[in-house]
């Protein structure tokens, strides 16, 4: 249901756009709210199924994200729409850490890595058949069953989990709260002036110091977990270089992929002109290729090594990105196809190995609050991708709007501006995965974050 939603949502835009009275080049809040309030709270996710316990959490969490489904089905403004799917984001910020956290708790160690590649099958249904699915959708029905089709899974889901889910409760250190606000204003506040800046929504005084406010609250985190004894996140996580090096990997290497989601189906509905299904057939071919680097990544990566690795691939998913832009408007079906197809293979490659990186190297007092940290990453780098996408789509389509008086400049050539931008972005991140050594990195494993494709 959560991937699902999170892949049908983005063929759907330019049409829910139209029916909402709005540029489909200003619809990125409706994709940020969701991605930065499930970043918010991913941190809280484990400490609320400890005190209320796995299956009343879950279960909630569920029936939150169904009822956000209807809410964002009846929104009749893009506001109404935002505020709709931060309550849809409060639900899915605790139905994948707290579902992962249950298999953890339940199931033994023997059996944990079976298990796990068990359940992620399920959530590779909603990225293949999700853009197909909405473009569908858009044009047969409307735009606002995409999220009613959320509905019948939700309360099948909700009567599961109520049933067959354990009730599994844990005594935990005290959650540090004014750690977890200070973590929380510094993802808002830079979140928030991105996005004014796309927008031109907020003066730009009010701007800057939105950003100095985001940028202050985590400097005043990175204070205060030195002076607590039980920090947000485990203070050792930072004296693991692995570690940090795919986490700061992972920020900025998302900073060019993580707009790509979003860009893709805009790109070929509004620079390419193809119908909604169209551009959901298209999208599924970057969904295959990332399937199939399933195969090859634990090997490539025993082969060479996580830094070599990560070099390379970083270059080649950077130059793919880069590609996009001398596609012609009359690009022929195989070449578009082929394109997309090669983007997920590179793009896949690059997530599974820098997440394996990231937690390769930590053991039982780490592990729960690295993969905790490193979700919240994955989330909160993935909503700034979105929202510096979109400011980079913004401003050039505002410069070509300009000279349009001179020239006549077609909205695809804002789109190739912008994919030379965030694929220079994704290139500049292998300065981050320079600092890897040879040995960094235990022994490769193709299994990331169920979430991950």
């Not at 063929?11 to 619809?27: D, I, Q």
């Not at 005190?51 to 506001?79: E, M, Y």
């Not at 003066?203 to 990175?222: Q, R």
């Not at 394996?356 to 053991?363: F, G, M, N, Q």
Request: aromatic share 8%.
């Amino acid at each position: 249901m959560q991937t699902l939603d999170s892949t049908i949502l983005n063929t759907a835009l330019p049409s829910m756009a139209r029916s909402l009275g709005e540029s489909p080049l200003r619809m990125q809040s409706v994709v940020v709210s969701y991605m930065l309030t499930v970043a918010l709270l991913i941190p809280a996710s484990g400490f609320l199924a400890d005190r209320f316990g796995t299956r009343r959490v879950f279960a909630t969490a569920i029936v939150l994200f169904t009822v956000g489904s209807v809410t964002c089905a009846a929104a009749r403004t893009l506001n109404e729409l935002v505020l709709a799917r931060v309550l849809q984001g409060v639900g899915g910020s605790l139905l994948l850490p707290v579902g992962r956290l249950t298999i953890l708790k339940a199931v033994p160690r023997s059996e944990l890595l079976s298990v796990l590649a068990f359940v992620t099958i399920p959530g590779l249904i909603g990225p293949l058949v999700g853009p197909t699915l909405g473009g569908i959708l858009v044009e047969t029905l409307s735009w606002h069953w995409i999220f009613l089709i959320n509905v019948p899974m939700g309360v099948l889901g909700t009567a599961l989990a109520l049933k067959y889910m354990p009730e599994i409760r844990e005594e935990r250190t005290p959650f540090d709260w004014l750690g977890f606000i200070l973590v929380g204003v510094g993802m808002v506040g830079i979140s928030v002036s991105l996005e004014a800046f796309a927008e031109g929504s907020m003066p730009k005084g009010g701007t800057t110091i939105t950003l100095v406010l985001g940028l202050a609250s985590f400097a005043a985190y990175v204070l205060h977990q030195t002076r607590v004894p039980y920090p947000l996140f485990h203070p050792g996580l930072w004296r693991i270089h692995s570690f940090s090096v795919g986490l700061a990997g992972n920020l900025f290497a998302r900073l060019g992929s993580g707009a790509m989601p979003y860009l893709s189906p805009l790109f070929l509905q509004v620079g390419l002109g193809k119908p909604p299904t169209v551009a959901g057939m298209f999208m599924a071919f970057a969904v295959l290729g990332a399937m199939g680097s399933k195969i090859i990544v634990e090997k490539l990566v025993a082969r060479l090594g996580y830094r070599r690795f990560l070099l390379t691939n970083t270059a080649l998913l950077g130059i793919t990105m880069m590609g996009f832009a001398w596609l012609p408007e009359d690009v022929s079906a195989v070449r578009l196809a082929a394109h997309l197809f090669i983007f997920g293979i590179f793009n896949s490659l690059q997530f599974s190995s820098m997440n394996t990186l990231t937690l390769s190297e930590l053991d039982g007092e780490t592990a729960s609050s690295g993969n905790s940290l490193l979700s919240m990453i994955m989330q909160l780098s993935m909503s700034f991708g979105v929202a510096s996408g979109a400011a980079i789509l913004s401003a050039f389509a505002r410069g070509d709007a300009a000279r349009a008086s001179v020239q006549e400049v077609s909205v695809l050539h804002a789109f190739q501006n912008t994919y030379i931008c965030v694929g220079l972005l994704a290139l500049l991140s292998s300065l981050v995965f320079w600092q890897l050594s040879e040995k960094d990195g235990a022994p490769a494993s193709a299994e990331g974050p169920p979430s991950e494709l």
